[in-house]
């Protein structure tokens, strides 16, 4: 299996974006799945997660209210909408499949893929 996230790019803040990872297998479906992000210099941090079955969904403080994680398992693709961009959500933004541990740990996810950059200006 294989991730690829895309979508990313140049926006103003305050605009929004629509990142999509997609899944190379249909085993996806049965698996809880993850966005993070790492911005320069910084640690890869936890954004959002989502069960398999789309009804367990869980975002990070900092964009709660902004980002929304949703899926879409016939199309093997979990999406993340984000709104009301800041500056400081300027980062390469990466998704990954859970494979056990702490839901919040970069550690307890697998299968990361290139990332895709977002870059948020003023």
């Known amino acids: 299996v294989q991730l690829q996230a895309s979508g990313g790019g140049l926006v103003q803040a305050g605009g929004s974006l629509r990142l999509s990872c997609t899944a190379s297998?249909?085993?996806?479906?049965?698996?809880?799945m993850g966005w993070f992000r790492q911005a320069p210099g910084k640690e890869r941090e936890f954004v959002a997660y989502?069960?398999?079955?789309?009804?367990?969904?869980y975002h990070a403080d900092s964009v709660k209210g902004r980002f929304t994680i949703s899926r879409d398992n016939a199309k093997n693709t979990v999406y993340l909408q984000m709104n009301s961009l800041k500056l400081e959500d300027t980062a390469v933004y990466y998704c990954?499949?859970?494979?056990?541990?702490?839901?919040?740990?970069?550690?307890?996810?697998?299968?990361w893929g290139q990332g895709t950059l977002v870059t948020v200006s003023s």
């Open positions: 990954a499949r859970f494979k056990g541990g702490n839901l919040y740990q970069p550690s307890s996810y697998e299968l």
């Open positions: 297998a249909r085993t996806f479906s049965n698996s809880l």
């Open positions: 989502i069960s398999g079955n789309g009804i367990g969904i």
